[in-house]
Structures are given as C-alpha cells and as structure tokens.
C-alpha cells in the first residue's frame, strides 16, 4: 500500500494536534495543583527528591531549586501515562505532613 505526500501530511497534521490537545489537557490538569514531595540531603550532600504519589518517581540535583526542578520535569513525564493523571485527578488531601522519628 502506497501512501501519498497528501495523506502523509493529513495524518502527520492530525498526529500533531493531538499531540498539542495532549499537552493543553495535562497543563489544565495540573493547574494549581500541589503533588507531594519529600525531599533529602544525602551523605554526598546531594539533595534527593521523591513524589510519593507514583512508584519510582525519583530524582536529586546539587542543590534544592536543581532537586525540585528536576522532580517536576520527572512528575511530567509520569503524567504522560493516562493511569498517572487519573492518580492525579483522585489525589485530594485535606493535609500532609511528614514526622521524623527516632528508633
């Protein structure tokens, strides 16, 4: 089966709108939306970030800021999986909060 120049671009067209329509439905998902984080100085002194939210969503960086950029890029990633926006959509705490103790 032959595909002509025509249909090519049709369909690369098409492709490419949803790609955006993708895209435009994921920044209105995580419009003021606040994910949790949890975030580690090691013994390296690297910070180490994970979002608890999604199963091996890990990420670290030299400084604070470099950490959580770095974890929001990660974040992104994981929403592009329809499972993880609807994880998402269902997250609603009414608080977190995070207790170090000793044993």
């Known amino acids: ?3 002509t120049e025509d249909r090519f671009i049709e ?10 329509m993708r895209k435009k439905n994921l920044k209105k ?5 606040k994910l949790p984080v949890l975030l580690e100085k ?6 180490i970030v ?8 890990y990420s670290q960086g030299r400084t604070m800021d470099e950490a959580l950029r770095n974890i929001k890029e990660v974040i992104e990633l994981y929403l592009e999986e329809k499972d ?16 170090a103790i000793s044993i």
Do not use: W
């Open 11 to 20: 369909v690369s067209l098409r492709c490419a709108n949803m790609e955006n």
């Open 29 to 33: 998902l995580l419009k003021d939306r």
């Open 42 to 47: 090691d013994e390296d002194g690297y910070y």
């Open 84 to 99: 993880n926006q609807e994880r998402v959509e269902l997250y609603t705490p009414q608080e977190v909060s995070l207790h």
């Open 50 to 57: 994970e979002c608890p939210l999604f199963s091996g969503c």
């Open 1 to 3: 089966m032959k595909i």
